[in-house]
């Protein structure tokens, strides 16, 4: 999302460097600081009047970070504020960089997210004042956002007024996904659906309703209870029609048919026609107009389902029997957004039941042609959106062990998902409404199926390993997953966001082991066969590798050290240094500096990273240090 980050000042450019660095906002600036931008090697856009540029590009990014007085901020948007739906993000920074304030545009306009992910990158404390953000619940106006959701209409102010008074807040939902209803606080005053009719006396009475449904409700003027509704992206619209029917006429004659089953315009997931169909102009106009996705099939697709109106006229004329019945079933039952997982046709499971309004004809004397409309509903959301995975190694525990760009990450993300261990000690960084999965450890596989699932879905994932996520982490298996599904390498995107791994948090803690060349092996013969591990054991201990044990010992595993110590005592002598290094950066964190000799009388288990000195590596003054090169200045 474009971002301008503004100052009028040069400790304000300071303070904004590593924003416009790691979220790539835009650097706006007066000429005058041309050279501070230049010192800090800083592109920018420059402005005469911050004033004109405020107002001339106001609509053109998603947020403002400003690095100026908030009284100058409100001052300079206060003519420019129309309204919460469409008034961009405004987030402000103190030139100390200590707070980020979200100032206004917080749900919709994103401000408390951006001033979250400002904090991220500033090491700040994030302002925010919405109730929301108190409750730990997701803004009502943003619960559907994540799976593509339209917002229909309602009281949201009413609504979210309620739900800031703690409620009770009714919601009925009749189709979407209830992926939302799994990760809100304990404390949430949701009730959901109706009350059983024995409990209707002693329910406490709903102050607001939130309805998700692809039915279009009308409110009732009188009624004092706020109510709003989510229209989750469910129908596929079939569509038949003349040669050269109008734009107009396809949208009235979609309208209409939807207007009459009270179904909402905002639920429709795309347009489904048969393949001579695809280059149709109105439809394609329209499908573009209206950010609709068009699905085409073959007459042999469609003429193998079982519809309730088939034609024979249309059989003689196209080849199949039935074109916007069959294609509505088609799409309604096709894999959800690009069909990636494998062969199309194969995966099609039809759904006969999902048919909703069998086909109708319209016409209308203003407009050629004719279009036959029949509607059917998936089970799935649509999200019309390109799913991301966001790969984020965490460090090795301690939140100031991990990149800002990776505590972004995690906060940007709708879905977290990881070993449960990482997700806690991630916990600071996440936000109200995110989807949260803390799988137990041994699920390693499951955990990449999910992560690719929801990401084919269209949300955007973050995966997250501790140290880096792709040295013995979940990086790989992701990558593996997709691969197995024969993913193009684009959709969804992979991002990956590297963390500190273990072998340097151990190396920081004892001092500079890993100055000369140096390996890294598990022990652990879960994924990997135990004999290669041997050989590997061998081969560096032969080549006078500093090496990193990972995944030395475990409860049950305990035979894989004792043995690589017998290796490397062939060929390296007993006091060769060794570093214990358990549970580095977190509470719990012990380190012992010993020898190969000595290095089983001490404890060693899963949170520990063994690192073994090479021949020249020496213990000097309780630091652990391996000569840069072996020309002999350091001795
Ligand atoms: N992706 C991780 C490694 C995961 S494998 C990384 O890059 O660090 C798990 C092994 O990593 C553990 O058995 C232990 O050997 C090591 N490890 C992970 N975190 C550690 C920590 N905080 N302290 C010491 N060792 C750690």
Redesign the pocket.
């Known amino acids: 999302m474009p971002l301008a980050a503004i100052t009028t000042t040069a400790i304000g450019l300071r303070c904004l460097a590593p924003v416009c660095q790691t979220l790539g906002a835009e650097l706006c600036l007066a000429e005058s600081l041309a050279a501070d931008a230049a010192a800090l090697t800083l592109s920018y856009r420059s402005y005469d009047s911050l004033r004109d540029f405020l107002t001339e590009n106001w609509q053109r990014y998603d947020g403002f970070i400003f690095c100026l007085a908030t009284g100058a901020v409100v001052r300079l948007i206060a003519p420019l504020l129309q309204d919460k739906a469409t008034d961009p993000a405004v987030v402000v920074v103190d030139e100390t960089g200590e707070y980020a304030i979200s100032l206004c545009g917080g749900h919709q306009g994103g401000a408390d997210r951006l001033a979250q992910q400002v904090s991220h990158c500033l090491n700040a404390q994030p302002v925010i004042t919405g109730a929301a953000s108190r409750l730990a619940l997701p803004g009502i106006d943003l619960l559907g956002q994540p799976f593509g959701w339209v917002k229909g209409t309602g009281d949201w102010t009413g609504v979210s007024a309620a739900i800031a008074a703690s409620g009770p807040v009714q919601v009925i939902q009749d189709a979407g996904s209830e992926l939302w209803q799994d990760h809100l606080p304990a404390s949430h005053p949701f009730q959901f659906g109706f009350p059983e009719f024995e409990d209707r006396d002693t329910v406490p009475k709903p102050q607001a309703r939130v309805w998700i449904s692809p039915i279009q409700r009308q409110f009732s003027e009188a009624s004092d209870l706020p109510k709003v509704q989510w229209h989750p992206r469910l129908l596929w619209v079939g569509i038949g029609c003349e040669r050269g029917s109008a734009r107009q006429l396809i949208e009235l004659a979609i309208e209409q048919v939807l207007q009459r089953q009270h179904l909402a315009m905002g639920a429709i997931s795309g347009i489904a026609t048969l393949d001579l169909k695809a280059d149709e102009a109105g439809l394609v106009d329209l499908c573009q107009a209206r950010g609709w996705p068009l699905r085409c099939f073959t007459p042999e697709q469609l003429k193998t389902l079982s519809v309730p109106n088939p034609s024979e006229v249309v059989e003689q004329a196209v080849g199949t029997p039935s074109v916007a019945e069959a294609a509505a079933i088609a799409a309604a039952s096709g894999p959800l957004n690009p069909p990636i997982l494998g062969d199309f046709e194969a995966d099609l499971v039809y759904l006969r039941d999902s048919l909703r309004i069998p086909k109708q004809i319209i016409r209308h004397p203003d407009y050629p042609g004719a279009v036959t409309v029949a509607v059917a509903q998936a089970e799935q959301d649509y999200t019309g959106r390109r799913g991301e995975l966001l790969l984020v190694?965490t460090g090795?525990?301690s939140l100031d062990q991990i990149t800002p760009a990776a505590k972004a990450a995690i906060n940007r993300a709708d879905a977290v998902i990881g070993y449960r261990l990482y997700v806690d000690l991630a916990r600071s960084l996440l936000r109200p409404g995110q989807i949260v999965e803390a799988l137990p450890i041994t699920q390693e596989r499951q955990r990449a199926e999910r992560a690719v699932a929801l990401a084919n879905w269209g949300l955007t994932v973050a995966v997250i390993?501790?140290?880096?996520?792709g040295?013995?982490?979940m990086g790989g298996l992701v990558l593996e997953t997709l691969k197995a599904q024969g993913w193009d390498g684009k959709v969804p995107t992979v991002q990956i966001f590297p963390?500190i791994?273990?072998?340097q948090?151990?190396a920081s803690r004892v001092g500079a082991p890993l100055m000369h060349d140096f390996c890294a092996i598990?022990l652990s013969d879960l994924l990997t066969p135990w004999e290669i591990i041997q050989q590997r054991l061998t081969a560096a201990a032969q080549a006078d590798f500093v090496v990193a044990?990972?995944?030395?010992k475990s409860k049950t595993r305990t035979a894989q050290i004792a043995f690589a110590q017998q290796v490397f005592l062939q060929h390296r002598q007993p006091q060769t240094p060794v570093a214990l290094?358990?549970?580095?950066?977190?509470e719990e964190e012990e380190i012992v500096l010993t020898t190969l000799q000595e290095m089983l009388s001490h404890p060693i288990d899963?949170?520990?990273?063994v690192i073994i000195g090479n021949r020249s590596s020496l213990n000097y003054a309780g630091w652990l240090i391996t000569p840069r090169g072996y020309l002999g200045f350091s001795s």
């Open positions: 190694g090795p525990g390993s501790s140290g880096d996520c040295i013995y982490g963390g791994s273990a072998l948090s151990a598990s044990l990972y995944n030395p290094a358990k549970s580095l950066y977190r899963m949170l520990t990273t």
